[in-house]
């Protein structure tokens, strides 16, 4: 077995190794075969951390069983999407749904709200009652461009998630990063996200950062251990070069160790 670690000359940032809390790599699986998945983790499987099954892609994905027999074998958890636990709250079915994540020994949950109208409470209920069989990821933001909620909003929502039992709160921004935490036009809602993590612990939030400016600036602002998802499977290896300084976006502040860049908002 190769041995060869990325610190082996250049004093790069030090990473928390598998499995970890913190620095988490969540990547979206948006159909990938067995045979991509085997490359990724032969490539990159060091940086993968938690794999998403997006939307309601495990619902129709028909080797499924080997998919998430594949994952586990790698050590790797696999959630499926919260449109899926949308749409199974909106029919009805969440005892169903349970059997069914038993049934494919699926031991994340992601709990979500973004594009249905599910009470405050109920939700909150939701998470509660699944945290006692699960490892829930939930989800805070509309999956609306044209919903902006109020900074304060988020934070009590992902507090009180938090409490209701959530092992992480993910910052909705969709795979393309135009809503959430981002405006439809793909810029950062930086000042949002200032307040975010001036009121919640940062190693409890992932924020989902699909395009490579957020990920370096989300690098250079909370450093190499920020927790990053909706990671698109060929940007692993490439987010990992952000994380270390191995990349111009942010060699100088992450490697060089200058003072961490920011943006105006």
């Not at 620095?23 to 490359?39: C, Q």
């Not at 909106?90 to 349970?98: F, N, T, V």
């Not at 190693?203 to 250079?220: C, H, L, N, T, Y």
């Amino acid at each position: 077995m190769n041995d060869f670690r990325p610190d082996h000359f250049l004093d790069v940032p030090a990473r928390s190794p598998k499995p970890r809390a913190q620095g988490l790599t969540h990547v979206i699986d948006k159909g990938m075969n067995l045979r991509d998945i085997e490359g990724l983790f032969d490539t990159a499987g060091e940086y993968v951390d938690v794999v998403k099954l997006g939307w309601g892609t495990s619902y129709v994905t028909r080797n499924l069983e080997k998919k998430i027999a594949l994952y586990r074998s790698f050590e790797t958890p696999v959630v499926c999407g919260g449109t899926l636990f949308e749409a199974v709250v909106a029919r009805g079915k969440l005892e169903e749904y349970k059997s069914w994540l038993v049934e494919n020994r699926l031991s994340h949950v992601e709990v979500s709200d973004g594009t249905i109208d599910l009470p405050r409470e109920r939700k909150l209920e939701l998470i509660a009652e699944l945290a006692s069989d699960f490892v829930v990821m939930s989800e805070v933001g509309s999956k609306d461009e044209e919903i902006v909620y109020a900074p304060y909003q988020w934070v009590e929502w992902m507090r009180e998630e938090l409490e209701a039992g959530a092992w992480k709160v993910i910052t909705e921004g969709r795979e393309g990063g135009t809503a959430g935490i981002y405006r439809p036009t793909g810029e950062m809602r930086t000042g949002l996200i200032d307040e975010i993590v001036h009121e919640i612990e940062l190693g409890d939030i992932i924020f989902e950062a699909p395009m490579k400016p957020a990920q370096a600036w989300f690098v250079r602002k909370f450093g190499p251990e920020v927790n990053l998802g909706n990671i698109p499977p060929e940007e692993v290896i490439p987010l990992e070069t952000l994380r270390l300084g191995l990349r111009a976006d942010t060699l100088k502040e992450v490697l060089l160790s200058e003072q961490p860049a920011t943006l105006p908002d």
